[in-house]
């Protein structure tokens, strides 16, 4: 592949996604007309508060559950499995997580990483729920998946989070036991104010992005690298040639399901290691759901996933200030990330069928350059 | 029939049609009597499909002009061309197989009393009509499901009659029958005429054009490059002017086999969802270096038969062995991994992965050894540079190994799979309908990549429904029916016809 074919790809990527914002932007600018603000002071503002550098570490900070949410979501979907339960799957993980942490007291790196891994054998446990119901009797997982979501959001963690309430504290909502300093991932902030000035506010820059760029990477590798990836997509294109090619339909469907929840199982980590420290009643919810947006926009890969958490996390928080200056409901955000996500979908679409019908043509192309020199089986 | 001073049914004038890079059909002219049997002949790609199209107004010209009965017409739908008389059979049939015959036939034009119920009677009086007038005969109230091919396609034959279709399209409407089936749908065809319909259809298969059609146009590379009269032409003559040089032929050229067997099945039995055999006590060894073939109508164990070798059936019950190993428990991978090449009969559907870069699809079904893989890991310059070797080795014509599957003729998707398949160096290949749908070119160089691989001490299992194809290249030929093994002929002395004979049990 030549230089030109690449910047050919890659401006094809991005054709679509870049289209999409700013139609988004151009409907959301109508919708500000119509309800009597001034759009481009709206835009203006939260440009300005948004490249604030405070700002920016809110940004980011919202970005990584959301991008953790998203790989989740994208393991599933490169499988053809639609995992809905990425948002029970989480809190799932998040509660016991958190449980487990403000439980026990153990040396410092001991201690988060007994948090990761329950979150992530708990969120695993929770999607293989699925898995196994799908794999033996062969029901639908986008049911299953939004029946446990049911199960997880208002039956089992309302019980759970009042049974194991922790009382002892001020706190006015129950919740678990607060996780010790040991148990806390360090802020990045540090490291940040080396290239910066001092950020202030209180805003702490929280390092389970890291977590959250390893999971990517991992998530790059596994997919597009291993054995085991090339069989994932294998599957996820055509079950039925995957299937006669060696790989067990089965066991593939398990593991992703697995997997897809081991990663939905990081999502709540955000909060429960560098900002809240335990889970309660007001634990952030949503986030799985905007996990699947986000794995929309990136089309599955990391980067374009990335991409879209940072792009949802800056909206989100760019936005706060419209609240206080009041020139635009801080709400025409909801609709300038719902309309991203209509228009890419869409975008792709008319994307890849172009690009379909280019590589069509190329290929019936060099059928006619090339008349045939030497018969295949001439040789023999 | 013909009067000469009518108007000709149909009549093309300087019809072209472009797709992106290629042209399917260029300047192409036609003139088809009033009831008149007109045959188009051409081999894959030469724009037979694409000619008909046109016709059915499922896609419109580039260029030219179309004439119905002397009028000039523009279609831009079916409904356009059925409403001016003209109706279309298509290879795959269209219908809805839990519903009745009667049922099918009404679907989408059902005659109305109040309310919107449908007018059965109504129906039925109509059918009846044309069931006796052109000699079809099915019952109406038989379920699809439970039909033959041959009756299937009476149904489609009759559902456009009764729309009110007087030109009829048929697009290579014998490639799903038995010999005998055709004589039957031939004979029909010969009424339809009688009382006046004129009837366009594609094939390929020159004997049969030549017993059945009054006129031949021949198509090239999108070009219509004759129109003969059939008393005045041989096969021979036929086949030259469609492929516009020598003719291939499959033929094995050595015949010597060893005895030592490669694969050998013993009492094998398959059941169905509903515990019914579908494949039942088939027996059958075959040797290094030999081609087996297997005949039969389609839908009598030959896919649950290669599904249970290569490991996808659901119950199968017998000996599998490969080599010396009894393979019956072992998961598909492992039989991958161990010598089985296959070359599936649907390549859309099991063969490619249709979206994914070409060196991905050479990895398929290969994907745990070198060079695709090393370790745990996906060999990407590996399994690059050998689908390089593959792409010209099996001369694969494709822009590059990045482009996707999907953008690769027929023809060339085939040579990918054998030339994975066979490089990969199996010590069986089972191939299902290896040559179907691809242009004689194509299939040449499948042909001879099987005879060479046999050649190297290959074991293969060859189902085929081209009889031309199963004799020419078998050392052996079987015969499936109802999935039993019912017959074993030599390829040498048995006639297409013979076959045929077998396969529908007549000769039972």
Known sequence: MNLATLGRRVGLALAAPAMATAFAFSLAALVLIVSGSDPLVAFGEMLENGTRLETMVDTLNRATPLFLSGIAAAIGFRMNLFNIGVEGQYLMAAFFAAAAGGAVDLPPVLHVGLILVVAVTVGATYSGIAGVLKVTRGVNEVISTIMLNGIAVAGLLPFLVRALADDSGSANVPGTTEISESGRMPSLNGVVEIFTREIGKGRELSSVLLIAAAVGVLYHVFISRTRFGFDLRASGINPFAARVGGVPPQRMVLIAMLLSGAAAGLVGMFEVLSDKFKYDQSFVQGLGFGGIAVALLGRNHPIGIAIGAVLFGFLDASSGVLQVSGSASREIVVIIQGVILLAAVVAYEVVSRFREREEARMAALALQATPTTSNAGGAA | ?508
């Open chain 2, 1 to 508: 029939m013909a009067p000469t001073d009518s108007p000709p049914a149909i009549e093309l004038r300087g019809i072209t049609k472009r797709f992106p890079g290629v042209v399917a059909n260029d300047d192409v002219n036609l003139t088809v009597a009033e009831g008149e049997i007109h045959a188009i002949v051409g081999e894959n790609g030469a724009g037979k499909s694409t000619l008909m199209k046109i016709l059915y107004g499922m896609q419109p010209p580039d260029e030219g002009e179309m004439l119905v009965k002397g009028e000039p017409v523009r279609f831009s739908s079916p409904g356009d061309a059925i409403a001016r008389g003209i109706g279309m059979v298509h290879q795959h049939f269209m219908l809805a197989d839990n519903l009745t015959v009667l049922e099918n036939i009404i679907l989408g034009d059902e005659p109305r009393r109040r309310f919107g119920r449908i007018d059965f009677r109504a129906a039925r009086t109509q059918l009846e009509v044309l069931n006796s007038a052109y000699g079809l005969d099915v019952d109406p109230n038989d379920l699809v499901e439970t039909l033959e091919v041959g009756e299937r396609q009476r149904v489609e034959i009759i559902k456009v009659l009764y729309r009110g279709a007087r030109i009829l399209i048929l697009d290579e409407p014998t490639a799903v029958l038995v010999p005998q089936e055709v004589e039957e749908l031939f004979r029909n065809m010969r009424e339809l005429k009688e009382d006046g319909a004129t009837i366009l259809f594609i094939d390929h298969k020159l004997e049969e054009v030549l017993a059945i059609a009054d006129t031949i146009t021949v198509l090239r590379q999108g070009k219509t490059v004759a129109t003969v009269d059939p008393n005045t032409v041989s096969a021979g003559d036929l086949a030259e002017l469609m492929v516009g040089s020598e003719l291939p032929s499959p033929e094995t050229a050595s015949t010597e086999v060893s005895t030592t067997p490669a694969l050998r099945l013993e009492g094998v039995t398959v059941l169905d969802l509903d515990e019914r055999p579908v494949v039942e006590d088939v027996s059958l060894t075959v040797h290094e270096g030999e081609i087996v073939g297997i005949a039969g109508v389609e839908g009598n164990g030959q896919g649950e038969l290669v599904d249970a070798i290569v490991g996808v059936a659901e119950t199968v019950t017998g000996t599998i062995e490969l080599g010396n190993e009894d393979i019956g428990t072992w998961p598909v991978r492992r039989r991958r991994d161990g010598g089985i090449g296959y070359v599936p009969q649907d390549r859309h559907r099991e063969g490619l992965l249709l979206t994914a870069p070409l060196w991905e699809n050479a990895a398929l079904g290969h994907q745990t050894k070198a060079p695709y893989a090393r370790g745990p890991w996906i060999d990407r310059k590996g399994a690059r540079n050998h689908t390089e070797t593959i792409v010209d080795d099996f001369d694969v014509r494709t822009p590059s190994i990045d482009t996707c599957a999907l953008a690769l003729s027929g023809g060339n998707q085939q040579k990918l799979i054998i030339g994975r398949e066979l490089t990969a160096s199996p010590k069986v290949l089972i191939a299902a309908h290896p040559t179907r749908g691809i242009d004689v070119g194509a299939q040449a160089a499948v042909w001879d990549d099987i005879r060479r691989a046999r050649g190297d001490g290959l074991a293969t299992v060859l189902i085929s429904a081209d009889l031309d194809e199963l004799i020419g290249l078998s050392d052996r030929i079987v015969v499936m029916f109802r999935g039993r093994i019912v017959a074993e002929v030599d390829p040498a002395d048995v006639t297409p016809r013979d076959l045929g004979a077998y396969m529908t049990g007549a000769a039972l």
